[in-house]
């Protein structure tokens, strides 16, 4: 069973809540479509009733999780997952294993089926995202504060932004503070000040103590997605 990461959303209507007294904590939300499909796909299997949805979180794509989906038994589960029940315990239910270093990145999103009904799948709405920008390692840079900041746009930064069509440039550094623009897929994208804020300025400023601030100096009237009018 495949899943595909779409936009956060907020939970539907129609979103099955878990029966507290007879599972964990809820960390995740099923919609009543995604249970019907869940079950319904279940209900193929050997042992159906016996089965459980385990929930991994087992990378990242860009700035999106990427999941892995399987059936096991109720007695697969690991000593340290977390165990939650969707619908009622007496009737049509599932149940959920998510492994413990999946649960904080999975708390608050939602099992769903796609918004386009000719999409097959299931997908996993997740308010949560991971920072391909977090972790600059043992990078070595050289020269001078310009340089290291260049460097680290080349080798790290833009690698990432480029699964989303971007890229950052170092315009210059007055003092403490560096001034880079965005551009490709990035300028005008109304994702862009965050990627700006959380992962570049932070990125940079641990990279490279010389710099304490990072301006966003783009144009964002322009670009193919501007944002601010």
Request: net charge negative; glycine share 10%; with cysteine.
């Amino acid at each position: 069973m495949s899943t595909d990461a779409v936009a956060p959303a907020p939970p539907t209507d129609d979103a099955v809540t878990t029966d507290a007294s007879a599972a964990d904590e809820a960390v995740m939300i099923v919609t009543d479509d995604a249970l019907v499909k869940v079950l319904e796909v279940r209900a193929g299997e050997d042992d159906a009733e016996q089965l459980a949805l385990r929930i991994e979180i087992t990378g990242a794509n860009g700035a999106e999780f990427t999941y892995d989906l399987a059936f096991e038994t109720v007695d697969e589960a690991a000593p340290d997952d977390h165990r939650q029940i969707i619908g009622p315990a007496d009737g049509d239910h599932l149940v959920l294993h998510l492994p413990a270093d999946s649960v904080e990145r999975l708390r608050g999103a939602t099992l769903d089926l796609p918004s386009h009904a000719g999409q097959g799948g299931l997908v996993i709405r997740n308010p949560n995202r991971p920072d391909p920008l977090a972790d600059v390692g043992d990078l070595e840079l050289e020269g001078d504060t310009p340089d290291k900041v260049r460097q680290l746009l080349e080798q790290v930064i833009n690698p990432s932004l480029a699964s989303h069509g971007g890229f950052a440039t170092l315009v210059g550094v007055e003092g403490s503070t560096a001034y880079v623009t965005m551009g490709g897929g990035c300028q005008g994208c109304a994702m862009s000040q965050a990627t700006m804020v959380q992962g570049i300025a932070t990125a940079v400023c641990d990279a490279i103590p010389e710099i304490t601030d990072v301006v966003d100096a783009t144009d964002h009237t322009q670009g193919e997605n501007p944002f601010y009018t």
